[in-house]
T-cell receptor, first 115, second 114 residues
Framework: DAGVIQSPRHEVTEMGQEVTLRCKPISGHDYLFWYRQTMMRGLELLIY????????DSGMPEDRFSAKMPNASFSTLKIQPSEPRDSAVYFC?????????????FGPGTRLTVL | AQSVAQPEDQVNVAEGNPLTVKCTYS??????LFWYVQYPNRGLQFLLK??????LVKGSYGFEAEFNKSQTSFHLKKPSALVSDSALYFC????????????FGKGTKLSVKP
């Protein structure tokens, strides 16, 4: 299995530009999570989906952030317009619901730098 | 409400010595408990989890963790630390009665010196 795939791995953009991060979860997993990691705030959950439906988006910082999951194998996290304080590493994770504890498997992350 | 506490921001250990990374949790029901490790510039990697049964859980790379219900703890341990164990370690919890999300601790940086 290829694991969770994220693209791009690195993104450098200028303030005000739109940024789109992409994630392909592990095949068959029905939960997908977006996290953000910074030195100051640690690991933060932004939003998660179950069967392509957003369940909890309370961690999305503001309206500039949006996430979609059009099908079971693809999700995007969009920032429009981007700001320097959005600079962070963004992780996608997926898991399979069930009685075995829902282990989340993380992708390698996208390192976003907003200048 | 669910929560996880990792009381130590950093743990320093000499190579070959035993290591412990502490974790305590709070859930309303019975927990699922997890440990993840993050190496520099990498994503989080699953190490081990407690679901039910034996309180001592063995995981990857020689790590183990002991579930202690009375102390609501799930400390990560290894009998003999390696320099390559140096990384950031995260504890996570989910109430068995809930679905979906895990609650992660803030992480503990483990530094193993030769």
């Amino acid at each position: 299995d290829a694991g969770v795939i994220q693209s791009p791995r690195h993104e450098v953009t200028e303030m005000g530009q739109e940024v789109t991060l992409r994630c392909k979860p592990i095949s068959g997993h029905d939960y997908l999570f977006w996290y953000r990691q910074t030195m100051m705030r640690g690991l933060e959950l932004l939003i998660y989906f179950n069967n392509n439906v957003p369940i909890d988006d309370s961690g999305m910082p503001e309206d500039r952030f949006s996430a979609k999951m059009p099908n079971a194998s693809f999700s995007t996290l969009k920032i429009q317009p981007s700001e320097p304080r959005d600079s962070a590493v963004y992780f996608c994770a997926s898991s399979l619901a069930g009685a075995k504890g829902d282990t989340q498997y993380f992708g390698p992350g996208t390192r976003l730098t907003v200048l | 409400a669910q929560s996880v506490a990792q009381p130590e921001d950093q743990v320093n250990v000499a190579e070959g010595n035993p290591l412990t990374v502490k974790c305590t949790y709070s859930v309303s029901g019975n927990p699922y408990l997890f440990w993840y490790v993050q190496y520099p510039n990498r994503g989080l990697q699953f190490l081990l989890k407690y679901i039910t049964g034996d309180n001592l859980v063995k995981g990857s790379y020689g790590f183990e963790a002991e579930f202690n219900k009375s102390q609501t703890s799930f400390h990560l341990k290894k009998p003999s630390a390696l320099v390559s164990d140096s990384a950031l370690y995260f504890c996570a919890v989910r109430d068995r009665g809930s679905q979906g999300n895990l609650i992660f601790g803030k992480g503990t940086k483990l530094s193993v010196k030769p």
